[in-house]
């Protein structure tokens, strides 16, 4: 059995979640005057005045929206006060493979009429707007009537919306429906003629022409947004607008209730459509079977994310759920398994990489440990074997991220001029301790060996047993500059000053036995690389141990030592009390370039003696170092390279302070840990409210920076939470 599914007879009983009544259970749902412990843990009203989300400059959609289940299309609730928006959910917001834009600004709004008056719900009294957990639910009071409507996700590509409608009054009434909505086009060509607007005998649909955009807008032409009615209507189209009619009028006897049923799909082929229509089908035939299962299944997510949580933080738990689930894609295009993308909010963040898939599946694996294993699948999917007719000397690497398109589809966006760094074990792992899934562990095992393999293959330059971060032989890393700022990416610390050119960061040739070139090496090595490769060993040693494989289990074991050994002997600067990266020429740490981070991950990976572990602690606690208003900038506040608005020149990032804050309990300093925890959740802009989890955060102020909803931040605070 699931953890979900173990801990929700202790939800029902002790955690308070209240679900709406909903026509599954007891009739259809009452007005939410109490909407529950864990309602509107995210801000998600908004509406769009464009179709491009969010600002140009940013990239960034200022609206936060949901999804679930995988779909490939999100939602918003209504703006409060923007009473045009009233009676539709914002959106949809669907990726045209790989990037983000507004379909409608709400492409079904519900209307309402009496004997040919209009019911006007933007004069409703008191509307409410709640999202709750896997749902979106607007109320209205108005002329007698209580309307409800509600918005979850039947399937990765179908999202089920109820309208329930209830007489208040006492006497008997017929209340005409429909439902309006129109185009929200792109402002340029060749986008801007890509949807087009289509009557049904069901509803309405929208097609999409090829546009084969590569940096703004990729379509095929098979695209498909279809809006489908359980009861009988009549669809007219003018335009870029269209109305449907219910083509009977609900009969309210006196508190009398009515339920309107429709669903909004969003497929990418042909073959995707066809197989939706069945689930459709049996969504409008069973609307109280589809809601049920969802609710069944988001109790199980709840009770797993805020078991053993203090109370005052289990919204911010909750809030991680659902920002993970909103940036859930399934399996499309290139993708072959389900994976979570970094966040949905920003134009070039709808792909997988590989060490927020590792990050994320930690988090994950809390609540759902079956999608935490299709994550890490969906990457190990394009893992090179020595079979590859471009990158055989790879064999082993996983790339840096993967797409809707991969580069034979015209996928600008998939790349492999680099890696990340190897977190892929301690995530399988990690999810194995929460699944107990021995066959996952089995699946993984080689696939884990081949990766560890490849790092000291290709990146140890000098063969001393320390590797470095590089880049692959790629087209695209020509230059020494090109194969530098792949190398820098393959950290994942992009512009750290480690990496920084002007401060003597280069790149060597890697060459195998016969004088090839497999690949580059930064002409240092890291820090942070070495402590994850120890920390690889350990782990794969208790894989091997579980998988009945000793000799490896001894041979990783000792890895684990002598890797361990060369990081305190190398990388430590007894001088300043701090871990750094080691030249390549001279063998000493490069103390320069100023504290990163970084240095503290020996102690996450438990290879720093206990007085290194001391000193470290020292600089995590220290004001003028990691102890900011924010603590754990990227860069310590005394460097001069120190830059609280820059990306990983000082911003603080969630991994980064997971890795940390276990660093300072792994070696006893449980109550520093406890009260550098707090302050971060403290200090966060929005995060104990209802703001989004963003992808970084200043450290001199703790103001929200860059993407919304970021996947990483929610599945480390995940994480945080739940371990020991």
């Not at 969802?294 to 919204?315: I, M």
């Not at 992009?494 to 090496?521: C, E, H, I, Q």
């Not at 007894?574 to 020429?585: Q, V």
Request: include cysteine; hydrophobic fraction near 40%.
């Amino acid at each position: 059995m699931s953890r979900s599914l173990r801990a929700l007879a202790g939800l029902v009983l002790g955690v308070g979640l209240v679900l709406p009544v909903t026509a599954a259970s007891a009739g259809p749902p009452q007005k939410p005057d109490s909407p529950g412990s864990f309602a509107n843990v995210l801000d998600l009203q908004g509406v769009p005045s464009v179709a491009l989300p969010g600002d140009p400059a940013t990239d960034v959609n200022p609206i936060g929206v949901f999804a679930d289940r995988g779909a490939w299309h999100a939602y918003a609730l209504p703006k409060a006060g923007d009473t045009s928006s009233y009676g539709a959910f914002t959106g949809p917001l669907y990726i045209a493979q790989e990037y983000p834009w507004w379909l409608s600004k709400g492409i079904s709004h519900l209307t309402l009429s009496e004997n040919g008056r209009a019911i006007d719900l933007a004069s409703a009294t008191d509307p409410v707007f709640t999202s709750l957990p896997g749902m979106l639910q607007q109320s209205f009071d108005v002329d007698g009537l209580h309307v409800v409507m509600q918005l979850r996700y039947a399937s990765d590509r179908t999202a089920l919306v109820q309208a329930f409608v209830e007489n208040t009054s006492g006497h008997a009434r017929k209340v005409g429906a429909g439902w309006t909505g129109s185009l929200l086009r792109p402002d340029t060509e060749p986008m801007k003629s890509a949807p087009s607007l289509h009557a049904t005998s069901t509803g309405v649909s929208v097609g999409f022409a090829k546009v084969r955009q590569t940096w703004d807008y990729l379509t095929d032409g098979t695209e498909k947004f279809q809006v489908t009615h359980a009861e009988p209507v009549t669809t007219s189209v003018a335009g870029d607008a269209y109305t449907t009619a219910l083509d009977a009028p609900l009969k309210l006897g006196p508190h009398g209730r009515q339920t309107l049923t429709w669903t909004e799909s969003y497929t990418f082929t042909g073959a995707d459509y066809a197989a939706e229509q069945p689930v459709i089908a049996r969504t409008l035939r069973s609307p109280g079977a589809v809601v049920a299962a969802d609710e069944q299944r988001w109790r199980g997510y709840v009770a797993s994310a805020v078991r053993g949580v203090p109370a005052a933080r289990q919204a911010l738990a909750v809030k991680s759920v659902e920002t993970l689930t909103t940036n859930w894609r399934s399996a499309a295009g290139a993708l072959q398994h389900d994976g979570v993308t970094p966040s949905i909010s920003n134009k070039w963040f709808s792909g997988f990489w590989a060490w927020d898939t590792w990050k994320q599946a930690v988090g994950t694996a809390v609540f759902d440990p079956a999608l935490a294993e299709s994550q890490i699948r969906s990457m190990f999917d394009y893992q090179v074997t020595s079979a590859s007719a471009d990158r055989p000397q790879d064999a082993g690497m996983i790339p840096d991220c993967i797409f809707y398109n991969d580069p034979a589809q015209g996928g600008g966006n998939w790349n492999e001029r680099n890696s990340k760094p190897p977190l892929a074990a301690w995530a399988v792992w990690s999810v194995y301790e929460e699944s107990g899934d021995v066959s996952f562990l089995k699946e993984m095992y080689p696939k884990l060996v081949a990766y560890h393999d490849w790092w000291y293959r290709d990146r140890d330059h000098n063969n001393d047993g320390l590797a470095e971060y590089g880049a692959t032989v790629d087209p695209q890393n020509v230059t020494g500059e090109d194969k530098r700022q792949a190398a820098a990416w393959e950290s994942g610390m992009d512009n750290a000053p480690r990496f920084d050119a002007a401060l003597g960061a280069g790149v060597v040739d890697n060459t195998d036995a016969a004088g090839k070139v497999v690949g580059y090496s930064l002409t240092q090595e890291s820090v942070d690389l070495n402590s994850y490769l120890a920390a690889e060993d350990g782990i794969l040693a208790q894989m091997a141990a579980r998988l009945g494989h000793p000799a490896d289990a001894a041979r990783y074991q000792a890895s684990e030592k002598q890797v361990g050994a060369a990081v305190r002997q190398k990388m430590y600067d007894p001088a300043t009390g701090w871990f750094y990266d080691a030249s390549l020429t001279t063998g000493q740490p490069l103390t320069a370039r100023g504290r990163g981070i970084e240095g503290a991950i020996p102690l996450w990976a438990g290879i720093a003696t206990p007085a290194q572990a001391a000193a470290v602690r020292a600089k995590l606690v220290s004001p003028t170092e990691f102890d900011t208003r924010l603590p754990f900038p990227t860069v310590g506040a005394s460097s001069p390279y120190y830059d609280p608005t820059g990306y990983w020149r000082g911003a603080v990032w969630l991994d980064q302070a997971y890795f940390a804050l276990e660093g300072l309990k792994r070696y006893g300093y449980t109550a520093d840990a406890t009260a550098l925890a707090a302050k971060l959740r403290g200090n966060a802009e929005g995060m104990m409210g209802d703001g989004p989890l963003m992808e970084n955060y200043n450290p001199a102020d703790g103001s929200a920076m860059n993407s919304r909803g970021f996947s990483w931040s929610a599945a480390m605070l995940l994480e945080l939470d739940h371990q020991s």
